[in-house]
């Protein structure tokens, strides 16, 4: 026998018991049979709770019901399900058919379907959802009774406002879309879902409003979904970086947010939601770059302080991204820019400093990092012991000891706060980590260096597209009407149409004359105010 | 040809920042004088007849690359000989802005950094930009442009609080008016106006043809007035004596610039000019030449020629010239008569003549 042949037998040999045990096999009709069956494919696992009734004076008669434990709603179980089945089967069981009574008299829970194959059982089962399996049918009921222990929908810690919803997603899926059906209530809010992860089977719903979203955009988020195989989804970050365009760069394609508000928002505009349950990160594409500049709340103040917010945001990234490197670079080689007496000043204390600048701002920038990751993963009471080495050991010991310049551990500490402030982790996350280029970029080619350096930052942002649509739009490539909701933000009676970028099946936004008419304005004046009214004073 | 598309709006800004970026630097139309001015306008008006001219190719061959259609005028072997004759062209023009570009950077910034040095970094960004593509390459200057037109509002406002604007510098004009058409037809004809040559190579990706005329015309206006702006500021701050002196007028310009005793020594202004207007051009250049080439030699993959072309831009750059003043005589007596006029007027009109007959007879 030729080894090619012996192969194939053998990779024969592997095929059969996959195909025939398990998932083939459809429900028998003998409840016993059945019962076996679960317990052996749960490898009797005892938070499958298996309950076995007697329905009928005729004892060949007997039902199952089958739920996970702690998966359920407990009182749906035992009220609607057992208790029912108990009183009233009984007096109902006269000629009619079993599954016929069960199905329109006595199970009285919100959802109940027929099922005949294992894997969509086992699937529901595991959902929690309860099967009801009766002796002498190969058929089995399957009643929605999901619940269990869940996390109350509560403010999202990451993102925080001081207007506006205080409602964050929480872990699971139904809870996070009915949580944006409360916002929409249009039939055109359509969902979709699907199951992926070959092991962890976990749910997961893309959201959009029919008649507004690019159809072509819904067709690419399926497509790539479609094409997910993973082992497991434990977040939507799994999701993120298999879907997302550039993977491999430090910019986001993707955005997620925890609040329902901001996932409406983007809906209007025409985006697509993925909601991953397990996690309350709902992911949001497409994405582009000044999105990670804006927050909900933006929306609900009025708009010239929303803009200004908006523009110091963008300030405070760039801040972010080359205040250390512009420090460096000026101190560096081009001295003749800062004013005379500042220059004395910065002299003086450098001159007792053995590094050059580059060296400093990498020793703080390195120490912050430290300190900054430390702080994050730290529980409350320890972060205070951490903000205290910081601060006195840190921050004043280093300038004590001559290692630092006192002007350099102000340029970091702006630094720091301004990338703190920036409001999307994701992007601030980016520009941290380009700060270290630049700051070589001008250690090693001053003011020319953190240009060229910039010049090829803005090459590389308007090369990238998240679901085909350019990251940099609106800026470039330069879309005009939509550059009122970018780093500006104006009033909201403005906002007519769609963000053109996203090519919305339904442009028009609202009416063109949502700017508010005061009465004055009209022509209309109390009577006792009018001009030469004799009470006018 | 890569398959991509430019708007109306990005090929005005590009050719914008593509005529300004140097040519704002550098002393312009001098040997005019105080006249200056008058010389870059006229220059100006000129140009938009040169447009004319390369526009009405374009007609001919909407869907074609200068490069590509040399061929189909002239014959295979002529026709392709000249397309290569002009990618050379394109390269050497990208090799002569890169090295002035180093030499300005290096003589006002950065005293002891080799030139090398400084030119490599620079081709290194040319060189990721162009391998991107010219979509690519339209929106960077879509984001650099916004950059630029802050600098200038910038910069006028503190020229124009500062008080430093002196109007009887510009007086008396027009003292010689031989000398400014002479000016005109020896030097600023050719820098910057009759570099849009390159142009021929960027007009096929546009997706509206039919605002060509309309987009291009006020952009070369745009720059015209834009530059003579400059100049009229130039003079009437420095005056003729200092900014024929000067190697960079603007540069001077801005560093009188005196505002409240701590709005003084604005260079950092000036770099950021430099640099990005030395990139793009550097960038249009290289690229033409990369897509020229792709387009000559069936490369399948034009963005893989961004190494080897902006390589070679580079080691031209360095060898062109054994020193500074040499390259500033080239660029002053040789390169505009015997290389640019040839490639930017004669050739282009030669090729229309031809292009006129072969499609009477059809």
């Known amino acids: 026998m030729s080894y090619r042949k012996l192969r194939k037998k053998m990779h024969y040999k592997e095929q059969i018991p996959d195909s025939a045990s398990d998932t083939q096999k459809s429900i028998d009709t003998s409840i016993t049979e059945n019962l076996n069956f679960i317990k052996q494919k749960t490898g009797n696992s005892p938070d499958i709770i298996i309950r076995t009734l007697a329905?009928?004076?005729?004892?060949?008669?007997?039902?199952?019901?089958?739920?996970?434990?702690?998966?359920?709603?407990?009182?749906?179980?035992?009220?609607?399900?057992?208790?029912?089945?108990?009183?009233?089967?009984?007096?109902?069981?006269?000629?009619?058919?079993?599954?016929?009574?069960?199905?329109?008299?006595?199970?009285?829970?919100?959802?109940?379907?027929?099922?005949?194959?294992?894997?969509?059982?086992?699937?529901?089962?595991?959902?929690?959802?309860?099967?009801?399996?009766?002796?002498?049918?190969?058929?089995?009921l399957i009643a929605s009774t999901r619940g269990g222990e869940r996390r109350p929908v509560e403010q999202s810690d990451s993102e925080i406002t001081l207007r506006g919803s205080k409602e964050g997603f929480t872990?699971?899926?139904?809870?996070?879309?009915?949580?944006?059906?409360?916002?929409?209530?249009?039939?055109?809010?359509?969902?979709?879902?699907?199951?992926?992860?070959?092991?962890?089977?976990?749910?997961?719903?893309?959201?959009?409003?029919?008649?507004?979203?690019?159809e072509n955009i819904v067709k690419e988020v399926r497509q790539r979904l479609g094409r997910v195989d993973l082992d497991a989804i434990l977040d939507s970050g799994y999701i993120e970086q298999v879907i997302e365009d550039e993977s491999s760069g430090l910019f986001p394609t993707v955005t997620h947010t925890e609040r329902p508000d901001a996932v409406a928002g983007n809906l209007l505009e025409g985006r697509v939601a993925i909601f991953v349950n397990g996690t309350p990160h709902v992911l949001i594409v497409p994405a582009i770059m000044i999105q990670f500049f804006q927050t909900p709340e933006d929306y609900y103040v009025r708009f010239p302080i929303s803009t200004l917010i908006r523009m110091l945001r963008v300030f405070m990234f760039l801040i972010s991204l080359i205040g250390p490197a512009f420090y460096v670079a000026v101190t560096t080689f081009h001295q003749e820019m800062i004013p005379t007496d500042l220059l004395v000043i910065i002299a003086s204390q450098t001159e007792s400093v053995p590094f050059p600048a580059i060296v400093e701002a990498?020793?703080?920038?390195?120490?912050?990092?430290?300190?900054?990751?430390?702080?994050?993963?730290?529980?409350?009471?320890?972060?205070?012991?951490?903000?205290?080495?910081?601060?006195?050991?840190?921050?004043?010991?280093?300038?004590?000891?001559?290692?630092?310049?006192?002007?350099?551990?102000?340029?970091?500490?702006?630094?720091?706060?301004?990338?703190?402030?920036?409001?999307?982790?994701?992007?601030?996350?980016?520009?941290?980590?380009?700060?270290?280029?630049?700051?070589?970029?001008?250690?090693?080619?001053?003011?020319?260096?953190?240009?060229?350096?910039?010049?090829?930052?803005?090459?590389?942002?308007?090369?990238?597209?998240?679901?085909?649509?350019?990251?940099?739009?609106?800026?470039?490539?330069?879309?005009?009407?939509?550059?009122?909701?970018?780093?500006?933000?104006?009033?909201?009676?403005?906002?007519?149409?769609?963000?053109?970028?996203?090519?919305?099946?339904?442009?028009?936004?609202?009416?063109?004359?949502?700017k508010p008419l005061p009465p004055i304005k009209r022509g209309m004046m109390r009577a006792e105010t009018k001009e030469g009214d004799k009470n006018e004073s | 040809?890569?398959?991509?598309?430019?708007?109306?709006?990005?090929?005005?800004?590009?050719?914008?920042?593509?005529?300004?970026?140097?040519?704002?630097?550098?002393?312009?139309?001098?040997?005019?004088?105080?006249?200056?001015?008058?010389?870059?306008?006229?220059?100006?008006?000129?140009?938009?007849?040169?447009?004319?001219?390369?526009?009405?190719?374009?007609?001919?061959?909407?869907?074609l690359l200068l490069t590509d259609y040399t061929e189909k005028l002239i014959g295979k072997v002529l026709g392709r000989t000249l397309a290569f004759l002009y990618i050379l062209f394109f390269l050497y023009s990208a090799a002569r802005v890169l090295r002035e570009f180093g030499v300005m950077l290096l003589s006002f910034a950065f005293p002891e950094t080799p030139l090398f040095v400084a030119s490599a970094l620079m081709i290194l960004v040319v060189i990721y930009?162009?391998?991107?593509?010219?979509?690519?390459?339209?929106?960077?200057?879509?984001?650099?442009?916004?950059?630029?037109?802050?600098?200038?509002?910038?910069?006028?406002?503190?020229?124009?609080?500062?008080?430093?604007?002196?109007?009887?510098?510009?007086?008396?004009?027009?003292?010689?008016?031989?000398?400014?058409?002479?000016?005109?037809?020896?030097?600023?004809?050719?820098?910057?106006?009759?570099?849009?040559?390159?142009?021929?190579?960027?007009?096929?990706?546009?997706?509206?043809?039919?605002?060509?005329?309309?987009?291009?015309?006020?952009?070369?206006?745009?720059?015209?007035?834009?530059?003579?702006?400059?100049?009229?500021?130039?003079?009437?701050?420095?005056?003729?004596?200092?900014?024929?002196?000067?190697?960079?007028?603007?540069?001077?310009?801005?560093?009188?610039?005196?505002?409240?005793?701590?709005?003084?020594?604005?260079?950092?202004?000036?770099?950021?000019?430099?640099?990005?207007?030395?990139?793009?051009?550097?960038?249009?250049?290289?690229?033409?030449?990369?897509?020229?080439?792709?387009?000559?030699?069936?490369?399948?993959?034009?963005?893989?020629?961004?190494?080897?072309?902006?390589?070679?831009?580079?080691f031209t750059s360095m060898v062109i010239a054994s020193n500074y003043s040499q390259h500033i005589e080239e660029g002053l007596n040789a390169f505009p008569i015997y290389v640019q006029l040839p490639f930017q007027i004669i050739l282009p009109v030669f090729l229309l003549f031809i292009a006129f007959i072969k499609n009477r007879k059809k």
């Open chain 1, 55 to 140: 329905i009928s004076h005729d004892p060949k008669v007997s039902a199952a019901i089958i739920h996970v434990d702690g998966l359920v709603d407990n009182p749906t179980i035992n009220e609607f399900l057992v208790q029912t089945m108990e009183d009233s089967v009984q007096e109902k069981l006269q000629d009619e058919d079993l599954f016929t009574v069960f199905t329109e008299k006595v199970v009285a829970v919100g959802s109940l379907e027929t099922v005949s194959d294992w894997d969509t059982l086992f699937q529901s089962l595991l959902s929690g959802d309860t099967v009801i399996l009766l002796d002498g049918k190969n058929e089995a």
């Open chain 1, 362 to 514: 990498l020793i703080m920038e390195v120490t912050f990092e430290i300190l900054r990751e430390a702080g994050l993963r730290m529980p409350n009471k320890i972060s205070a012991t951490i903000s205290i080495v910081g601060a006195l050991v840190i921050g004043q010991g280093v300038i004590q000891a001559g290692i630092v310049s006192p002007a350099m551990v102000i340029v970091v500490a702006t630094t720091a706060i301004a990338s703190l402030a920036t409001p999307n982790y994701d992007i601030a996350i980016s520009a941290r980590l380009l700060r270290f280029a630049f700051m070589l970029g001008a250690a090693i080619a001053g003011f020319y260096g953190i240009i060229l350096g910039l010049i090829m930052l803005i090459v590389h942002l308007v090369s990238l597209r998240s679901f085909g649509i350019p990251y940099m739009a609106p800026f470039a490539p330069l879309i005009p009407k939509s550059l009122k909701d970018s780093i500006m933000r104006g009033p909201i009676w403005s906002f007519n149409e769609r963000p053109k970028s996203l090519n919305p099946q339904n442009r028009v936004r609202q009416g063109t004359d949502q």
């Open chain 2, 1 to 63: 040809m890569e398959k991509a598309k430019i708007s109306t709006s990005q090929l005005f800004i590009v050719m914008i920042l593509f005529q300004l970026s140097n040519s704002l630097l550098i002393p312009l139309a001098m040997r005019a004088g105080r006249d200056s001015w008058l010389a870059i306008l006229i220059a100006t008006a000129i140009s938009i007849f040169l447009f004319f001219i390369y526009r009405a190719l374009y007609l001919y061959y909407p869907s």
């Open chain 2, 129 to 314: 930009t162009i391998y991107k593509g010219i979509e690519v390459v339209a929106r960077t200057g879509e984001l650099l442009f916004v950059v630029m037109l802050m600098l200038a509002f910038f910069l006028f406002l503190l020229i124009a609080i500062s008080g430093l604007i002196d109007i009887s510098n510009l007086r008396p004009t027009l003292e010689d008016s031989p000398k400014i058409l002479k000016t005109v037809f020896t030097e600023t004809l050719y820098v910057p106006f009759g570099e849009i040559i390159v142009f021929t190579m960027i007009f096929p990706y546009l997706n509206q043809a039919k605002k060509l005329k309309k987009t291009a015309v006020a952009a070369i206006s745009i720059t015209g007035v834009a530059l003579a702006f400059t100049t009229i500021l130039n003079i009437s701050v420095l005056g003729v004596p200092l900014i024929e002196r000067s190697l960079f007028p603007l540069l001077t310009t801005i560093q009188s610039i005196e505002v409240g005793e701590f709005l003084e020594r604005l260079d950092v202004i000036f770099i950021l000019a430099l640099i990005i207007g030395g990139f793009f051009k550097v960038a249009v250049y290289t690229y033409c030449a990369l897509i020229g080439t792709a387009s000559l030699f069936n490369i399948k993959e034009p963005s893989k020629l961004a190494y080897p072309l902006g390589i070679t831009v580079l």
């Open chain 1, 171 to 214: 872990e699971s899926i139904n809870t996070n879309t009915a949580l944006v059906r409360r916002i929409i209530k249009n039939p055109n809010l359509w969902v979709e879902s699907m199951n992926l992860g070959k092991q962890t089977n976990t749910d997961l719903s893309i959201m959009y409003i029919n008649g507004i979203v690019d």
